[in-house]
């Protein structure tokens, strides 16, 4: 009996699909989804184009706003504020508006306004890496709060057990969010953990001689220094090469943070430069980008409506957990797009 | 007596006011600050104002001929990213370096033919040199901001390099010190730089090679600042070209002329510069030490860089008499 009735069940059942097939290919989806995104614009305005995060940003978004039919544009400001509001300002009052901005603010206030003006403007502001005082339609990027308690936690491990517990800072400067931050989360960690304290925090001004310069007095000041943690892997060469310099390579256990990019990272990582790095998934906060460039664009809503933070996952790497695909390589996205 | 006291006040110029500023702060810096007198922190001190220093003597000789080259840290960050990204495409090291060295000296005569024979002023010229030279090399011949030595160099060898433990570009420094001394001060055309600074057009008028000198000159702060880009790869294992948006090239004006060689022409010498970068050297360390925060450091900075220059206004006031035409 039971054998009669699940053969007749299994027969109603193809009997159904096979009359339901030619209804089904009449899906809804590619249609709206191409209504909503095809030829809109997307621009990406980094501080400067030139630096790997921002390349490798630049390659995937490009990839994928062109594959739905998208423009993507991007403006570089190399490094100088006025320069990225004036391009900011130009796409505002431009006759082809972008649909979306993402923008990668230098510091908490200068483009505050600007921002503002671009989503009365109708334009979605998605702010990138650097958070600004500012409700974006989405924050995509680092906690760098967090970010710097794993630089901290890293460093305490690299010290070990039984070490000086002295740990030497070189900061970025005292007006961009990702130092200021850094900082508070390095001094969260590290008032948990009384046996550690930071014994010097110069500032590099984000500049790899100066780092070089007031690490090699830090580490003469305090000799027993067993880390130092430099905010940003593009000046943390300088402090490599005081550490270097002054022979303390296995002393000192150098943590530093950076996008993950496999020649300014994990090459160096490799060759023993640095001790640990607290990377970005570049491309899964690439993609992060993406999926909210999709969704605002097909979500109906005002721009300025809700403002997320999502943040990528981050992680301190170190020789130890090397992987082959620890980092990505800016050559390899490049050629996605025949670049 | 007392006018003996006043005429040595009238003594103090600009170099010596910047030298008592200079030995003041070290001695206050060696008796409160631990560390600060020893050996291997003097040795970090003058290294951290080497590349500076060097830098710097090639803008003086422009400046006592009376120019200025603001293309100086463009060529110096451009000219060693080119040579390194030559290297890292795999290119071999002489073809790579006679290369890069051509192109430096290409824009060291290309400045030089503009503002002697153009009759640009030195001032347009050169800002618009070094754009075009970060803009070219920038987009044209590399990849990224920050190009890697390639592993094993010999430009990773030369930051390495050691005698009694003093790093080499400090030794550079040295020589190119005494060389440029010597050549200011001994050489025929070295003593025409002053002449043709103080007066361009009596020099020419008596007949010296006013222009081709004005293209030396430039052609010579272009090598300087090629060396002193070596010498930053060399230390840091990499070059990062934004070193062009830095402070850096105001650092280097300001060391040339805090230290008394006027941004007129005609005065000044390798003395100037040593005094300037000492005090810049020493000011930045002794602020490092204390750990005095960033935007506190330019505060206190520019505080004693304008004390220095107004109480040379006030010791050595301008009249008819020493004011130059082209003064800025």
Redesign the interface.
């Known amino acids: 009996m039971k054998m009669i009735r699940t053969f007749l069940t299994a027969a109603a059942m193809s009997a159904a699909t096979l009359t339901a097939v030619p209804a089904v290919a009449q899906d809804p989806g590619p249609m709206t989804y191409s209504e909503a995104l095809s030829g809109k614009r997307v621009l990406l305005v980094p501080m400067a184009m030139g630096f790997d995060l921002a390349q490798g940003w630049a390659a995937i978004l490009e990839h994928e706003v062109t594959a739905f039919g998208g423009v993507f544009e991007t403006r570089d400001p190399n490094w100088s504020v006025e320069a990225g509001a004036q391009a900011i300002t130009e796409a505002i009052s431009s006759e082809v508006k972008p649909d979306v901005l993402i923008v990668m603010s230098p510091d908490m206030n200068s483009y505050s306004k600007l921002l503002k003006r671009a989503q009365k403007a109708g334009i979605y502001v998605i702010l990138v890496d650097n958070p600004a005082n500012f409700k974006p339609d989405a924050y995509v990027g680092s906690d760098w709060t967090q970010l710097g308690r794993l630089e901290a936690e890293a460093a305490i491990e690299g010290c070990g057990e039984g070490s000086s517990g002295q740990i030497g800072l070189v900061q970025g400067d005292q007006v961009n969010a990702t130092s200021l931050f850094q900082y508070a989360g390095i001094m969260d960690v590290l008032s948990a953990n009384p046996a550690f304290e930071v014994v010097a925090k110069p500032d590099s001004n984000w500049d790899a001689t100066t780092s070089r310069n007031v690490t090699t007095t830090m580490l003469q000041q305090h000799p027993d220094i067993c880390a130092v943690i430099d905010f940003w892997d593009g000046d943390a060469s300088g402090a490599a090469a005081a550490i270097r310099d002054a022979g303390m390579q296995d002393q000192v256990f150098l943590v530093t943070t950076g996008g993950g990019e496999q020649a300014a990272d994990c090459d160096m990582i490799e060759n023993g430069t640095y001790g640990a790095v607290v990377m970005t998934n570049l491309a899964q906060e690439t993609y992060n980008m993406v999926t909210l460039v999709k969704y605002l664009l097909q979500s109906g809503q005002a721009p300025g409506t809700s403002s997320p933070y999502i943040y990528t996952l981050l992680d301190a790497t170190t020789k130890d957990d090397l992987k082959p695909d620890s980092c990505w390589d800016l050559k390899a996205l490049q050629a996605m797009n025949g670049n | 007596m007392e006018s003996n006291w006043l005429s040595r006040l009238k003594d103090l110029n600009q170099e010596r006011i910047v030298l008592v500023v200079a030995v003041l702060i070290f001695a206050t810096a060696s008796v409160a600050l631990?560390?600060f007198f020893?050996a291997?922190?003097l040795i970090?001190i003058v290294?951290?104002i080497s590349?500076l220093g060097i830098l710097a003597l090639g803008m003086s000789v422009v400046v006592i001929g009376r120019g200025i080259d603001l293309s100086m840290v463009a060529i110096m960050a451009m000219s060693v990213a080119w040579y390194l990204q030559l290297l890292g495409d795999g290119m071999a090291d002489h073809t790579a370096l006679l290369l890069v060295f051509a192109g430096v000296l290409a824009i060291g005569l290309l400045n030089g033919f503009l503002v002697a024979y153009a009759d640009v002023p030195a001032i347009f010229v050169t800002l618009a040199s070094g754009s075009f030279v970060f803009g070219y090399v920038?987009s044209q011949l590399i990849?990224?901001?920050?190009v890697?030595v390639p592993?094993g160099h010999w430009i990773a060898m030369l930051?390495?390099l050691r005698f009694a433990s003093i790093?080499i570009e400090v030794f550079l420094f040295a020589i190119l010190s005494g060389a440029m001394f010597l050549f200011l001060r001994y050489t025929k055309w070295g003593r025409y730089v002053y002449y043709a600074g103080d007066n361009p057009i009596a020099a020419r008028n008596v007949g010296m090679p006013v222009r081709p000198m004005l293209v030396l000159r430039y052609v010579v702060s272009a090598l300087t600042a090629f060396t002193a880009g070596l010498l930053?790869a060399a230390?840091?294992?990499?070059i990062?070209?934004?070193?062009v948006?830095?402070t850096l090239l105001y650092d280097i004006v300001l060391v040339t002329v805090i230290g008394g060689i006027g941004l007129s022409g005609g005065k000044g010498g390798v003395r100037n510069v040593l005094v300037g970068a000492a005090l810049i050297g020493i000011m930045?360390?002794a602020m490092?030490?204390v750990?005095i925060?960033?935007?506190y450091q330019n505060l206190i900075k520019s505080t004693i860089l304008l004390l220095a220059i107004i109480m040379d206004g006030l010791l050595n006031p301008r009249d008819e008499q020493t004011a130059q035409q082209g003064d800025i």
């Open positions: 631990p560390g020893s291997p922190n970090s290294r951290s590349v920038r990849s990224s901001d920050a890697p592993e930051g390495g790093p930053t230390s840091l294992h990499s990062n070209t934004r070193v948006n830095s930045l360390n490092t030490i750990d925060p960033l935007l």
